[in-house]
């Protein structure tokens, strides 16, 4: 497995107040609980949070990020679909990184979560902490955004590109593009010099990526929506490829559920996916509303996105647009920016701990060369819940899923 040298410099976001980047408070909590010692005390206190509780009388705390990806779980929360399945909710809490809003789950602040799909790799078999995928959260919504001088994959030569999480899909399918176009992976200190055939990476909060573009400090990012519809409207950078246009319909967040509920309370698991698909339903068929649930304009303000931004990704089928300017390469496969099925694929998540074995990632990543796709696709995922809830919400075809609920994947970067 090709690995980033573990004593290379690596960027650390230096803001405290960011979405989903890295912070170094956040690299050096993320670094401690990859060791079973320090994770143990957070499970232990999970685990006597959740006994406090028992069956349904648990109630629905929801950690999430601003960010389309926790649309179902903000969703069910806006339209009180867990009281619907009689549940018990608390208000969601928004985090401002990838690791405060793990640190919480294993801890038990929160028990229901929408995290990347990579992601869930390191929980699980990195820190060993036993959680599962229960459904995805959505498929696409990301894109490639560059200045507006860069007009090609080829013109990133020299630059630096920005990422959120090491653990991404969004790091995955970058990595696969530079490839094909022959550019190399580093990651350079400031200042340090950049050959015309590599792309300099850096970890950036995506609040912070539109203003490093507009400045200038880099030359481009990739993120989920809606900071690459930000950028659009701002006018200060233009998208020049969409993730879903390099890997058809693939996942970005996923559910995420720890296994002391799966396990210990199985019908609150049942009723907590029930509600979760219910929202993603619900949001295929509205998603002007769905904009302004969680837009800033909107009762429980869930993000500080404007309505435009977010109708921009959710509501507007403006592919025409940008198929006739070729950031389309494959306008067969007949995608929307963003769209809502449930069902986590087993052949994604093989194919998935194929490709990030193939991805230069930071830190301590050992683990990974000891995943087997097969194994992972049984073990990572529960999907007993998401099939029960997808047939009592209509069956597959109401997500435009085959009966089969099995496809092959397609990636062509």
């Known amino acids: 497995m090709s690995t980033l040298s573990n004593n290379r410099k690596i960027h650390i976001c230096a803001s405290s107040d960011c979405d989903c980047g890295m912070t170094r ?22 685990d006597a949070q959740a006994q406090n509780f028992k069956g349904d009388d648990q109630p629905v705390k929801i950690g999430y990020l601003p960010i389309t990806d926790a649309t179902p779980l903000l969703v069910a929360h806006g339209r009180k679909l867990f ?21 919480a789950f294993v801890s038990g602040q929160v028990n229901v979560i ?3 799909s990579p992601a869930t790799l390191w929980v699980r078999y990195g820190s060993k902490f036993p ?13 490639l955004t560059v200045a507006n001088d ?27 593009l530079l490839r094909k176009n022959n550019l190399t992976i580093v990651t350079r200190a400031r200042g340090e010099a950049i050959k015309p055939n590599e792309v300099n990476l850096v970890v950036l909060a995506p609040s912070e990526m ?3 573009l507009a400045t200038k400090s880099i030359a481009g990012y990739i993120v989920a929506e809606p900071f690459n519809a930000n950028a659009e409207i701002a006018g200060i950078g233009k998208i020049l490829r969409f993730s879903g246009d390099v890997w058809k319909d693939h996942a970005c967040c996923v559910t995420f559920l720890a296994e002391r509920d799966l396990n210990d309370k199985p019908e609150w698991s049942q009723r907590v996916t029930n509600a979760i698909v219910n929202a993603q339903l619900w949001t295929r068929s509205n998603q002007v509303e769905t904009a302004k649930l969680l837009s800033s304009a909107g009762a429980d303000k869930y993000t500080p996105h404007s309505l435009q931004s977010l ?25 929307r920016r963003i769209d809502f099925q449930p069902y986590p694929f087993p052949s994604y998540t093989e194919e998935l701990v194929r490709a990030i074995s193939q991805t230069q990632v930071e830190g301590d990543n050992r683990f990974l060369q000891a995943l087997d796709p097969k194994f992972v696709a049984g073990d990572l995922v529960d999907e007993r819940f998401v099939r029960k809830a997808i047939t009592a919400a209509g069956g ?18």
Request: hydrophobic share 45%; charged share 15%.
């Open 83 to 103: 009281e619907q399945q009689g549940l018990k909710t608390e208000k969601p809490r928004l985090f401002r990184s990838w690791a405060q809003i793990i640190e």
């Open 210 to 212: 539109v203003s490093a």
């Open 150 to 176: 860069v007009n090609s994959i080829a013109d990133l030569g020299g630059r630096t590109f920005a990422i959120p999480f090491w653990y991404s899909i969004h790091n995955i399918l970058l990595q696969q």
């Open 311 to 335: 109708t921009k990704v959710l509501a507007v089928s403006d592919f025409n647009s940008y198929e006739k300017r070729g950031v389309i390469a494959h306008p067969n496969w007949n995608q």
């Open 25 to 46: 408070r956040d690299f050096l909590q993320m670094s401690a609980m990859a060791t079973a010692g320090a994770a143990a005390p957070m499970l232990f206190a999970g």
């Open 131 to 143: 959680a599962k995928v229960v459904a995805w959260n959505h498929i696409n919504g990301s894109a």
């Open 396 to 413: 597959p075809a109401a997500f435009g899923l085959t009966p089969t609920f099995k496809r092959s994947e397609t990636i062509a970067a």
């Open 114 to 116: 929408h995290l990347l």
